[in-house]
């Protein structure tokens, strides 16, 4: 069982930056896969980026591109996502997520095995 923590978000203004991190409670396997999803009230969850744990490849939804970053740190056992030039849709609970042992990037909620709890994130205008 993998417990997953996140932090970071809060309150940002719009154009401004923030970071969020996630901890895993165990080393993620070479073959895991990270990713940040995010959710607003009344709709589905969103993905928001991924990485592969072993050579940190990414991706990104398109309409994230060039704003928000995914990134490992294997020796501290954790997944940031740093998010620039805010928006007031961006706007959200954001969710971290491990996919186990596939190997393969997903943009598919059905392919992730465990989740944190979730931290909201608001951007004011």
């Known amino acids: 069982q993998v417990q997953l923590v996140e932090s970071g978000g809060g309150l940002q203004q719009a154009g401004g930056s923030a970071r969020l991190s996630c901890a895993a409670s165990?080393?993620?396997?070479?073959?895991?896969?990270m990713a940040w999803f995010r959710q607003v009230p009344g709709k589905a969850r969103e993905f928001v980026a991924s990485?592969?744990?072993?050579?940190?490849?990414?991706f990104y939804a398109d309409s994230l591109k060039g704003r928000f970053t995914i990134s490992r740190d294997d020796a501290e056992m954790t997944v940031a996502l740093q998010m620039n030039s805010l928006k007031p849709e961006d706007t959200a609970v954001y969710y971290c997520?491990?996919?186990?042992?596939?190997?393969?990037?997903?943009?598919?909620?059905?392919?992730?095995?465990?989740w944190g709890q979730g931290t909201q994130v608001t951007v004011s205008s």
């Open positions: 997520a491990l996919s186990r042992g596939r190997g393969i990037i997903s943009t598919f909620r059905r392919d992730y095995d465990y």
């Open positions: 990485v592969t744990w072993e050579s940190g490849a990414t």
């Open positions: 165990g080393r993620p396997f070479s073959t895991d896969v």
